[in-house]
């Protein structure tokens, strides 16, 4: 397993109280990044096989490797638009490695941010104008605060990709993790346990 993979894993663990409100018994969790070249709104990138699942897309702002990058660590959805093939642009790409590739850039504002307590839907945009001034109540304990899930509660034994593999693609890897999710969503439910126990500590 990919350290990517690992990361994402775990960051998709936090939330799992959230989605146990919401009765999402199989959420589509991707970690993404959001990028802007100077002196433009922020952007992110979705690959065509995310896009085309006809789902809605939950994530959570982090790094290329699913470190998360929000501090509050704020669950957001990307509502599945049938029509992004003709909103959104396709631009073309080239890894590292020099592998060619696509992406749809979707701009940030299409989130919404999932209220952690009530389920609520904020537009992106607005619920920024309400981080400006957080209650310190809704602000995301720090990652100190959590159980080490990793070595406590992930060991799950998904199939390991080697990423030196001349045919390894990390997005298509993502993919088929997503839909393991079922596999081990019920061995997770404990750390859903864990965290509902925090949230009524720091309370």
Do not use: C
Request: aromatic share 12%; hydrophobic share 30%; proline share 7%.
């Amino acid at each position: 397993m990919s350290t990517r993979q690992e990361n994402q894993k775990i960051l998709m663990a936090t939330h799992l109280p959230t989605f146990k409100r919401l009765k999402i018994a199989d959420p589509y969790f991707i970690a993404k990044s959001a990028w802007a070249p100077p002196g433009e709104a922020l952007k992110m990138q979705f690959f065509p096989n995310e896009l085309k699942q006809g789902r809605d897309i939950y994530t959570e702002l982090s790094d290329f490797n699913a470190v998360s990058e929000d501090p509050t660590h704020t669950l957001y959805k990307l509502k599945y638009n049938p029509f992004y093939a003709e909103e959104y642009p396709l631009e073309q790409k080239t890894s590292k490695s020099g592998n060619d590739y696509e992406v749809y850039v979707v701009p940030i504002e299409e989130l919404v941010a999932i209220d952690k307590k009530t389920g609520k839907e904020i537009p992106y945009n607005n619920y920024q104008d309400y981080l400006k001034n957080p209650s310190k109540e809704e602000i995301e304990t720090q990652e100190a605060d959590f159980p080490d899930f990793g070595k406590e509660y992930l060991d799950v034994g998904l199939k390991k990709k080697e990423e030196d593999d001349p045919k390894y693609v990390p997005w298509k890897e993502d993919e088929k993790e997503v839909k393991n999710f079922p596999d081990w969503l019920n061995t997770l439910d404990r750390i859903a346990s864990e965290l509902e126990k925090i949230e009524k500590k720091i309370k």
